[in-house]
T-cell receptor, first 113, second 114 residues
Framework: EAQVTQNPRYLITVTGKKLTVTCSQN?????MSWYRQDPGLGLRQIYY???????DKGDVPEGYKVSRKEKRNFPLILESPSPNQTSLYFC????????????FGPGTRLTVL | QKEVEQNSGPLSVPEGAIASLNCTYS??????FFWYRQYSGKSPELIMS????GDKEDGRFTAQLNKASQYVSLLIRDSQPSDSATYLC??????????????FGKGTHLIIQP
């Protein structure tokens, strides 16, 4: 079954404690992206990757890091989380271009105290 | 930054009626648009994509693209309570240095009244 998985699905943490949210896909897609979704602000792109070892900033990259060492994985790293990073996070993938249909993972609800 | 605008609603429609959702976009050069459905707390699910001017039908859903007027719409026929959700319109985004994928509207909350 073609799918995008994220872990963890729910996370409560404290300010400053480094965390990683994993994203994995089995669709052999080249494009992967991270979004955060906040009430009233909609979906906003954090980082995206066109292919292995190629990443770039989206609209709201501050406070986040990513890496793309393998095609199937695109982890999101918060080196020093702050309360304003409390949000619902989605990983998404697309075939060869982000302009094509994107498929979303189930989401990770993060709370930073 | 290219923008996609939607009325946030809520849009309330009686069961069995046609729900009409609209979206406008800022860039005349945009070629492709997508409609996603999102239930509360869940991930967006792609329901329609449209790449050319005119209508595209898939079951109870019809997407319409009007490039001259720069709007995209989604019609849901025979609306069911299970159609109650937030509908996101998305179009291509280019923020300067290169392609970055899709930009999303903030969504329209649709309520189907039994």
């Amino acid at each position: 079954e073609a799918q995008v998985t994220q872990n963890p699905r729910y996370l409560i943490t404290v300010t400053g404690k480094k965390l990683t949210v994993t994203c994995s896909q089995n669709m052999n897609h080249e494009y992967m992206s991270w979004y955060r979704q906040d009430p009233g602000l909609g979906l906003r792109q954090i980082y995206y990757s066109m292919n292995v070892e190629v990443t770039d900033k989206g609209d709201v990259p501050e406070g986040y890091k990513v890496s793309r060492k393998e095609k199937r994985n695109f982890p999101l790293i918060l080196e020093s989380p702050s309360p304003n990073q409390t949000s619902l996070y989605f990983c998404a993938t697309a075939g060869t271009s982000g302009y094509n249909e994107q498929f979303f993972g189930p989401g990770t609800r993060l709370t930073v105290l | 930054q290219k923008e996609v605008e939607q009325n946030s609603g809520p849009l309330s429609v009686p069961e069995g009626a046609i729900a009409s959702l609209n979206c406008t976009y800022s860039d005349r050069g945009s070629q492709s648009f997508f409609w996603y459905r999102q239930y509360s707390g869940k991930s967006p699910e792609l329901i329609m994509s449209i790449y050319s001017n005119g209508d595209k039908e898939d079951g109870r859903f019809t997407a319409q693209l009007n490039k001259a007027s720069q709007y995209v719409s989604l019609l849901i026929r025979d609306s069911q309570p299970s159609d109650s959700a937030t509908y996101l319109c998305a179009g291509p985004a280019i923020s300067g240095g290169g392609a970055d994928g899709l930009t999303f509207g903030k969504g329209t909350h649709l309520i189907i009244q039994p």
